[in-house]
């Protein structure tokens, strides 16, 4: 007698997963003593930058090893506020780095790193946020070293780990080389993973993914959230570090604050904001070592866990952060009262001069060039990114498009957070990878048709920036991504506030190369490029001054001898609904200053 052919139901057992999806195999543990069971003192450990970062990982970092000066090196793209406790405490020994200092919402050097720095205390080591990027995947891939178009022609190049090399294929030219990074340890911060450590990561990835196929032992991982496998099934896609990478998981929620993390639609875990009052404590805390011991005290080692940190901070707040990154919740933040005053305000700074001109400088690139990407800096310069491609988009109907290092492109920012990276813009995005992506390939890479734009700290007369160093040799923020932006793009433009300490006939360090750097927009004017030299072709006007005074007075305050076009003309004044789409951006007064009456403002036009 025949046997019965199967039925549905049998075929289903046949291929189902495993009961519940489970092995036993659990790597769920609390935070700290994660870290005691997986680092020890002397590794080389890397904090994973992405949308999610790992501040709740550090801050246990601290605790567990404050007072044993455990001599740890640190791999990060950037240092930021509560992790200066990981100088203080004397935590490191040495940092591979690209930003140190504070960068919410206004990029600024950080007292307290910069003191240790300076005094020898930590050693670092500066880079770019695309080497970083690059050296780690060497070390994912198992290859000695990774090519790069960073680094060469500036202070960067002079690191043990670059080298150049000759084409090995005959194609002519020298190209860079970056030795492998392999830490010992990653932190990524998550939205979810279930028990065995499949990590669900929030978009955009920074270099987080990659990281965990770099480090030697492997990921210590904190998320929101765990959950289910068949929830990790469901959001498969965003599943980017697999459990057999994992050391353990551990429960965070609000495991980036005082940053925020971004939900995807359809994960039901909930998103939270940049928590502001946070960073105005922080900062004010790290103006005196005394105060900044206090707040370490009382927010590190003063709590035994991340749930007492979180009892701390109470419900109220942390809902608070929750509920203002709802999609139309930056709405709220535009009271009427205030929007009414910014309509009926008169006039114009230099600084909001300024930030149209290299907005229009932006467009030019764009309409004339065919600029089509558009690679927003931090500070004026990302306003300025800001306000052009809505302008292109809006009024022009033109598809060029935002992009920003660590994984954001096509993306429009809405009003009240001038946050280069700010939680409230990531809904409006076309598309969320990653620092490869963004700076290898869209800002640089073989298609490239990038206009970028960009602050500077120094600038000399070829277009060279210094964002590193004081000519004492003191430690100012590094890199971050300006220097694989300059080396890369297509086309870059520089905006800062003039003087003769900005402007300087030569650099201390060259953190970025001048030679695609074609525009400088000061407060004062523009500078074009003529015969390789940033030269004068537009001047500001200045109520009772002649153009012959205007140029003299930018002279005075310029550090190399300044070159005047034979086409120098008089900028045209910002439109009305520009300055008001400006200071909608920037409606806190992080970057501007029209929170007082037009008369009281100086240099009003």
């Known amino acids: 007698m025949a046997k019965p052919a199967m039925d549905r139901a049998a075929l289903t057992r046949m291929f ?64 930021v506020s509560n992790q200066a406790a990981l100088v203080t405490e004397r935590i490191v020994g040495k ?72 084409d090995p294929f005959g194609g002519g030219g020298k190209i860079g080389v970056l030795s492998a990074l392999v830490p010992d340890v990653t932190f990524v911060h998550g939205l979810a993973a279930d028990t065995e450590g499949n990590i669900i990561l929030s978009p955009p990835f920074g270099e987080g993914d990659l990281a965990a196929f770099a480090a030697r032992k492997g990921v210590i991982a904190t998320v929101e959230r765990i959950v289910s496998p068949g929830y990790i099934r469901r959001h498969a896609h965003l599943v980017k570090i697999p459990a057999y990478r994992v050391l353990s998981v551990s429960e965070a929620p609000f495991g980036c604050h005082p940053y925020a993390i971004y939900s995807p639609p359809g994960v039901d875990i909930p998103a939270y904001v940049e928590d502001g009052r946070a960073f105005a404590e922080l900062r004010a805390a790290s103006r005196k070592p005394e105060l900044f011991d206090a707040w370490v005290k009382e927010w590190i080692l003063g709590v035994e866990s991340h749930d007492a940190y979180l009892s701390k901070l109470g419900a109220e707040r942390l809902n608070a952060l929750r509920g203002a990154a709802a999609d139309d919740a930056w709405l709220d933040d535009v009271d009427p009262a205030v929007l009414a005053r910014l309509e009926a305000l008169e006039g114009y700074d230099s600084r909001e001069m300024m930030v149209v001109a290299a907005a ?37 109907r033109i598809p060029a498009e935002l992009v920003a290092e660590i994984g954001l492109y096509g993306y429009l920012p809405k009003a009240g957070e001038p946050f280069i990276f700010s939680n409230r813009n990531l809904p409006t995005c076309k598309s969320m990878t990653g620092v490869e992506a963004v700076l290898g390939l869209y800002v640089a890479g073989r298609h490239n048709n990038c206009i970028a734009i960009i602050g500077a700290g120094q600038i000399d007369r070829h277009g060279n920036i210094n964002s590193t160093k004081t000519g004492d040799g ?130 009003v036009r």
């Open 16 to 79: 189902a997963a495993p009961a519940d999806g489970h092995f036993g195999t659990s790597k769920v543990m609390p935070l700290d003593d994660a870290i005691r069971a997986h680092v020890k003192p002397g590794m080389m450990l890397h904090f994973a930058y992405s949308e999610g970062r790992p501040m709740a990982a550090s801050n246990a970092l601290v605790r567990v090893f404050a007072g044993t000066e455990p001599g740890f090196t640190i791999v990060s793209a950037g240092l």
């Open 360 to 396: 229009r400088a932006v467009e030019g690139k764009v309409r004339d060039e065919g600029r089509m990407v558009v690679e927003a800096g931090v500070g004026l310069a990302n306003l300025a990114a800001w306000l052009a491609v809505t302008r292109l988009q809006q009024e022009d």
């Open 95 to 166: 940092l591979i780095v690209s930003f140190v200092g504070e960068n919410y919402p206004t990029p600024a050097p950080n007292r307290l790193f910069q003191a240790a720095i300076d005094g020898g205390a930590v050693e670092v080591e500066n880079h770019s946020l695309l080497a970083i990027s690059q050296r780690l995947a060497a070390g994912a891939y198992g290859f000695p070293f990774m090519p790069t178009r960073s680094w060469a022609g500036s202070s960067l190049a002079e690191n043990a780990c670059y080298r150049e090399m000759d």
């Open 474 to 603: 003191r430690f100012l923020l590094g890199s971050g991504g300006a220097n694989d932006i300059t080396s890369g793009a297509a086309d870059t433009i520089a905006v800062t506030q003039q003087s003769r300490h900005r402007l300087v006939d030569a650099l201390p360090y060259v953190t970025s190369p001048g030679h695609h750097v074609s525009t400088l927009v000061t407060d004062l004017g523009v500078y074009e490029k003529e015969d390789g030299v940033l030269t004068l072709t537009q001047y500001f006007p200045i109520d009772g001054l002649s153009e012959t005074e205007i140029v003299a007075r930018i002279r005075e305050q310029c550090g190399w001898p300044l070159a005047v076009s034979a086409r120098l003309k008089k900028a045209a004044p910002p439109r009305r609904e520009d300055l008001l789409r400006l200071r909608l951006y920037d409606i806190r007064n992080d970057f501007l200053d029209f929170s007082v009456s037009a008369q009281e403002q100086e240099g």
